[in-house]
């Protein structure tokens, strides 16, 4: 049996017309019928990095008794010269939180995944203790199962008080070993007594992995680096699917 946590993760590639450019990772998010794609905001644009792609693909299983099948699904980020994807805003700027909604119709008409819903988001006001164990679910420096198509699962905890805007931003701190292409990976807690609202899969989303957390008083030769991550409260997600 799969655990269905890895059915939700996605590795994202992005393009620039025919030339590849990046790697990162991603995951389905639905409500009320519609299925979103969620990863960070700047796997979609930065332009601090110049990094400006048009479209991105991601890989698909088509079979759950066959999970070496799979499809590449290729998605426009841009039509007549406007963005596709969703991002937000809030007094501290911008959230590194992106969702862009998938044409369920375009989709192999076998495609199989998991996608978390608005049941599974923790809310900011929930209670969480710091030291959590969670799970970061992606895919760093592209790095899977290449034969079945599968994400990897890194091991981490909340690193700061969970609900709390860590230095005013709308994210938490988590404290985990991670990479580049890591970045829109699910941040998850799991329910051990299950809940009938979260079906098949009993996992709580908790946030979006960004990015690694550095100071810029450290001292590289001296200094190991913190080991530190922001994710981005989940609870964006209601506000970038609403209709």
Aim: aromatic fraction near 10%.
């Amino acid at each position: 049996m799969i655990d269905t946590l890895l059915l939700t993760a996605v590795r994202v590639l992005t393009y620039s017309k025919q030339q590849y450019l990046t790697n990162a990772s991603g995951f389905f998010f639905e409500r009320e019928g519609r299925l979103f794609l969620v990863t960070s905001r700047h796997v979609m644009f930065d332009a601090p990095s110049n990094h400006l792609p048009d479209r991105i693909e991601i890989e698909l299983h088509t079979d759950l008794d066959n999970l070496v099948k799979s499809v590449n699904f290729s998605i426009p980020l841009y039509r007549d010269g406007n963005r596709l994807w969703r991002q937000g805003i809030d007094g501290a700027g911008e959230i590194d939180v992106a969702v862009i909604e998938l044409d369920r119709a375009a989709l192999p008409a076998t495609t199989a995944y998991s996608a978390f819903t608005p049941a599974h988001i923790y809310q900011p006001h929930d209670h969480i203790e710091v030291g959590t164990r969670l799970l970061i679910v992606g895919f760093p420096l592209g790095f899977h199962d290449t034969l079945h198509h599968m994400p990897v699962a890194r091991r981490a905890a909340t690193a700061s008080a969970f609900g709390l805007r860590f230095q005013g931003a709308g994210y938490f701190l988590t404290d985990a070993r991670t990479h580049r292409g890591a970045s829109g990976a699910p941040v998850v807690t799991r329910v051990e007594n299950g809940s009938p609202e979260l079906g098949h899969l009993p996992w709580m989303l908790l946030g979006v992995h960004s990015s690694r957390f550095d100071v810029g008083s450290r001292d590289l030769t001296q200094d190991e680096a913190l080991g530190l991550n922001c994710a981005w409260y989940a609870d964006i997600l209601l506000t970038l699917t609403t209709d």
